[in-house]
């Protein structure tokens, strides 16, 4: 779940390193040299992935995105920006079963946008490798380890591809939460997924699911929360400080905040953040970076966080892109976090306290 930054307002707001890393100090900061340095390991599993991802949440949605509406306009700068980020270098996608739900008015699923963009882009670009992360909504209906499996291949079926790389929980369950973590283990067993993870999961939550699959020898390889500089509660409720303990790499949904979306951010909270925003422009104009592309490698340089930041256009995800194959120093991140931590969180996603 990852969205747009706002420009308008300039903000809106370890893990054992990658081996053999080859780089060179240039205007202070580093620069990536290999191919194989921009690709990091998906918590324990063997799952290489872009350092950044993009999120699909918005792509076909009436419900929260798109102004309520959905039209040929949105969907071709939609095509656009999965091009755009292929070419950029970003080339792995977050989507879900219930973006573009079927239930909101004028929607297309998500899953079934990115399929298509997917087959096209393939039949020019054969070589192109495209990897897609969808996720298991957690409706009080289903029940036990075949819901996973059933859910898994109707996603599959609406992508159009044999098997996803990544297949997580969107949410804990109500209950039932045993058997989909038993669901999970049988997907990766059956060789409909390549990696497992969940989202939204709590620090008590995500060692009870870790140790479930451990015991099959499967690794949870991420936990996808809301993380950002201005939503940092991941810091304070253990669940970063658990991902780092047990390997379980840290998907950053609304990793630049959403934007200026009325009802989470007030004028008071803005003011507020003024120091912060001054510094990452001034940090930018250091290493001629938008902001955007700073908050985004904040992340980045964390080691084991992968932000997956919304693009709804070619415009947007070819900035996204610039927020990789650099690094802020570990003085720049730690003097970022202060001062965003003068400032209190945005609220988060309700299912994060179950």
């Known amino acids: 779940m990852a969205l747009q930054f706002s420009s308008a307002c300039n903000f809106a707001l370890s893990q054992k390193r990658v081996e053999r890393i080859r780089a060179v100090a240039s205007n202070d900061f580093i620069k990536v040299k290999t191919e194989e340095d921009k690709l990091v390991k998906l918590g324990g599993s063997d799952l290489k992935l872009t350092k950044l ?71 020019k670009h054969p070589e192109d490798e495209i990897a897609v992360a969808t996720k298991f909504a957690a409706l009080p209906w289903r029940l036990g380890r075949q819901s996973v499996l059933s859910a898994l291949k109707d996603s599959l079926s609406r992508l159009e591809l044999d098997s996803v790389e990544l297949y997580q929980l969107h949410w804990p369950g109500i209950y039932g939460n045993e058997g989909y973590i038993d669901g999970l283990g049988d997907a990766v067993e059956q060789g409909l997924v390549k990696a497992v993870g969940v989202s939204n999961y709590s620090e008590e939550r995500l060692r009870v699911a870790y140790k479930q699959l451990k015991k099959r020898g499967i690794p949870l390889a991420s936990n996808q929360v809301n993380y950002s500089l201005i939503y940092r509660i991941p810091e304070e409720n253990g669940v970063k400080a658990t991902c780092d303990e047990l390997g379980i790499s840290l998907i950053a949904y609304s990793p630049i905040a959403q934007g200026p979306r009325g009802n989470i951010y007030t004028s008071k909270f803005l003011t507020e953040l003024q120091p912060l925003i001054n510094r990452i422009k001034e940090i930018g104009q250091n290493y001629d970076k938008t902001p955007t592309q700073v908050a985004l ?41 202060a001062l965003a931590s003068k400032s209190k969180p945005t609220m988060g996603f309700p299912v994060e306290k179950m």
């Open 53 to 123: 991802g993009i999120g699909a949440w918005s792509w076909g949605d009436t419900s929260y995105w798109n102004n309520f509406e959905w039209d040929d306009r949105k969907m071709k700068a939609c095509k656009n920006a999965f091009d755009a980020s292929i070419d950029s270098g970003i080339t792995w996608f977050d989507t879900a079963e219930v973006y573009g739900s079927r239930f909101s008015f004028g929607a297309i699923n998500s899953e079934t946008l990115l399929g298509r963009f997917i087959k096209e882009r393939k039949k």
């Open 297 to 337: 490698n904040w992340l980045i340089a964390q080691d084991n966080v992968i932000p997956i930041p919304g693009a709804k256009n070619a415009e947007q995800a070819k900035e996204f892109g610039g927020a990789l194959g650099w690094r802020l120093t570990s003085d720049e991140v730690n003097e970022l976090r």
